[in-house]
Nanobody, 124 residues
């Protein structure tokens, strides 16, 4: 059974950096687009970033553009989200998702597999 497991979340001060990871198992996701979404308390889950299967095309939410970088290592079946210049408003549970198509999407409905999430908390 396909499974996505996030790791690397934690507590960081505003202005700091954090890298979270998502490792896939149960099937090979190297031909899948991958993405990150987040959900803050009391808010809807929102798109953060996505990457094509080849890593050549990446998409970002305006709120994280220039601060966050999505990348992937297909040999390790792992996707990363490097987060720099973190702000308190970045506090959320971050979810990894996989899309059974090559190109990245930005809507939840475009993704087929989801992880359980990892908490990222940014203190002011």
């Amino acid at each position: 059974q396909a499974q996505l497991v996030e790791s690397g979340g934690g507590l960081v001060q505003a202005g700091g950096s954090l890298r979270i990871s998502c490792t896939a198992s149960g099937r090979t996701f190297s031909t899948y687009a991958m993405g990150w979404f987040r959900q803050a308390p009391g808010k809807e889950r929102e798109f953060v970033a996505a990457i094509a299967w080849s890593g050549g095309l990446r998409r970002y939410a305006d709120s994280v553009k220039g601060r966050f970088t999505i990348s992937r290592d297909n040999a390790k079946n792992t996707v990363y989200l490097q987060m720099n210049g973190l702000k308190p408003e970045d506090t959320a549970v971050y979810y990894c998702a996989a899309r059974s198509q090559a190109l990245p999407g930005v809507a939840e409905t475009q993704f087929n597999y989801w992880g359980q999430g990892t908490q990222v908390t940014v203190s002011s």
